[in-house]
């Protein structure tokens, strides 16, 4: 990157997590880190960090390091502050690294060749976590009824009238297309569609109103109803939403065979996901008198279950993680020389990930046992805050589909590609902020449930008492 060829009007801002910000190109994608002044030595090696261990868990596109001209930073900072988010602007941008990660832009990545007159439709969903919490060592009753992400939006919201939704649930095509309009409903961070690279639908802020369905429905319809089938109205906007819907489950449970959506198999086991008693999935089916969806797994060659049984290396939960964290800590305030030979900071190399597969509960007391259930519990977090990309190129009717995977719509083709965004491996640091945070959320959920049941009890013993008869003897 030389100072001479790098124009800040070139960039735009693209998005932002809690410790790197996005600004996109027309070829190319930059991650640029936020968090503050850092040594930069120290940047890069933590850069650097981040790309070892996406590489080692998906090849899907490729990155690399670079090394930025400070003036250029500077300047790209000063022209993209404006386009921030209102809540994200009290973190200030680090102009004195200069190192970012150099990826392709998945809004436009063309893996086949797509046909160059047809626009790129672009849909991200972070999926959340797919399962209850099945450990022992929960003390909480209620997070074995309650997902995390339905308990944590009234953390969230409660200042708000209305709770946000959803968790995106991992159990067949039914909670599936449920959980997609309810996104859609209310996007907040967790879902957004692009159109050509640029952001049609979704959030930036999640403060921010949600979109108007109808002018979403504007936008998809030369991909859904390339004739002009429908008119408009609101018919024609569910119509093409209901296509929307059909089309990003098929490429969720498609696998590797060229986009045929796989045999549903059978469920996880007793450990398995549960439904959430508290998601409006759950509330749906007791009005229709049923106390339980119909039961199916997910195809195991598919995306969705692949990311489910990283998830599921959470074997314990925080609340039976937290005190091996403690023990890892303590021997590490006795032999703190011993932090590199325990791989906390990397390498992620192939002894890594053996010890990843190692699945038993049963603790030995060994600060070994301790430490693997510590990289295990960082990598499931990662998989439950991982963006999940699905491009979309409508085919053309002579188009062979020998050498590209294809899923169908009920009037069109689509090329697709997916691929899985923020994969860096969450902090070892992070561990005692998470066990605190998780206390927060169930005592507030549990409060605010107390509260809401003590109300209804409350109105019902008013109305009881309106309606007393007083029987006075004759």
């Given at each position: 990157m030389e100072e001479g060829k790098m124009d800040e009007n070139e960039w735009g801002y693209h998005g932002e997590g809690n410790k790197s910000l996005v600004v996109a190109h027309a070829q190319v994608r930059y991650l640029t880190p936020t968090a503050g002044i850092t040594p930069h030595a120290v940047l890069w090696h933590c850069v650097h960090v981040i790309v070892q261990f996406t590489l080692r868990i998906s090849c899907i596109f490729l990155q690399e390091v670079v090394q930025l001209p400070l003036e250029f930073v500077k300047q790209l900072c000063l022209k993209i502050q404006s386009e921030r988010p209102e809540s994200r602007c009290d973190k200030d941008l680090d102009t004195l690294s200069g190192y970012a990660m150099c990826l392709p832009n998945l809004t436009r990545l063309q893996t086949y060749r797509f046909a160059e007159h047809r626009p790129i439709l672009c849909v991200e969903i972070k999926p959340k976590c797919g399962f209850i919490p099945f450990s022992s060592d929960v003390t909480h009753e209620m997070k074995h009824k309650v997902c995390r992400y339905c308990m944590h939006q009234h953390l969230k919201v409660r200042a708000n009238a209305q709770l946000m939704l959803m968790l995106f649930p991992f159990r067949n095509k039914q909670r599936m297309h449920f959980a997609l309009k309810s996104l859609l409903q209310e996007a907040q961070n967790n879902l957004k569609i692009f159109k050509n690279g640029e952001l049609i639908y979704g959030c930036k802020d999640a403060r921010s109103p949600v979109a108007d369905w109808s002018e979403l429905a504007h936008h998809l319809k030369p991909f859904f109803f390339p004739s002009n089938g429908l008119a408009s109205g609101p018919h024609c906007t569910r119509a093409v939403i209901r296509e929307l819907v059909h089309v990003i489950t098929r490429v969720l449970l498609s696998g590797s065979d060229k986009g045929r959506a796989g045999t549903l198999s059978p469920g996880l086991g007793p450990q398995g996901p549960r439904v959430c008693e508290a998601s409006p999935f759950?509330?749906?089916?007791?009005?229709?008198?049923?106390?339980?969806?119909?039961?199916?797994?997910?195809?195991?060659?598919?995306?969705?279950?692949?990311?489910?049984?990283?998830?599921?290396?959470?074997?314990?939960?925080?609340?039976?993680?937290?005190?091996?964290?403690?023990?890892?800590?303590?021997?590490?305030?006795?032999?703190?020389?011993?932090?590199?030979?325990?791989?906390?900071?990397?390498?992620?190399?192939?002894?890594?990930?053996?010890?990843?597969?190692?699945?038993?509960?049963?603790?030995?007391?060994?600060?070994?046992?301790?430490?693997?259930?510590?990289?295990?519990?960082?990598?499931?977090?990662?998989?439950?805050?991982?963006?999940?990309?699905?491009?979309?190129?409508?085919?053309?009717?002579?188009?062979?589909?020998?050498?590209?995977?294809?899923?169908?719509?009920?009037?069109?083709?689509?090329?697709?590609?997916?691929?899985?965004?923020?994969?860096?491996?969450?902090?070892?640091?992070?561990?005692?902020?998470?066990?605190?945070?998780?206390?927060?959320?169930?005592?507030?959920?549990?409060?605010?449930?107390?509260?809401?049941?003590?109300?209804?009890?409350?109105?019902?013993?008013?109305?009881?008492?309106?309606?007393?008869?007083?029987?006075?003897?004759?």
């Open positions: 759950s509330r749906s089916l007791r009005c229709q008198g049923k106390n339980t969806p119909e039961r199916s797994g997910l195809p195991k060659g598919c995306l969705l279950y692949k990311t489910l049984q990283v998830q599921m290396l959470d074997l314990l939960d925080i609340e039976g993680l937290y005190p091996l964290y403690n023990r890892v800590e303590r021997y590490l305030e006795e032999f703190p020389e011993e932090r590199k030979t325990l791989q906390i900071d990397g390498p992620y190399d192939e002894a890594f990930y053996q010890k990843l597969l190692d699945l038993s509960t049963e603790d030995d007391g060994t600060v070994a046992f301790a430490l693997t259930k510590v990289q295990q519990y960082r990598v499931a977090m990662t998989a439950k805050d991982c963006s999940i990309m699905i491009a979309l190129s409508p085919c053309l009717q002579d188009a062979s589909s020998d050498q590209r995977p294809v899923v169908p719509s009920s009037r069109s083709r689509f090329a697709f590609s997916v691929s899985v965004l923020d994969l860096d491996l969450k902090p070892y640091e992070s561990i005692p902020h998470q066990y605190k945070l998780d206390g927060k959320i169930v005592n507030y959920y549990s409060k605010t449930v107390r509260a809401k049941d003590n109300a209804v009890m409350s109105t019902r013993f008013k109305e009881s008492e309106d309606c007393t008869l007083v029987l006075h003897k004759v």
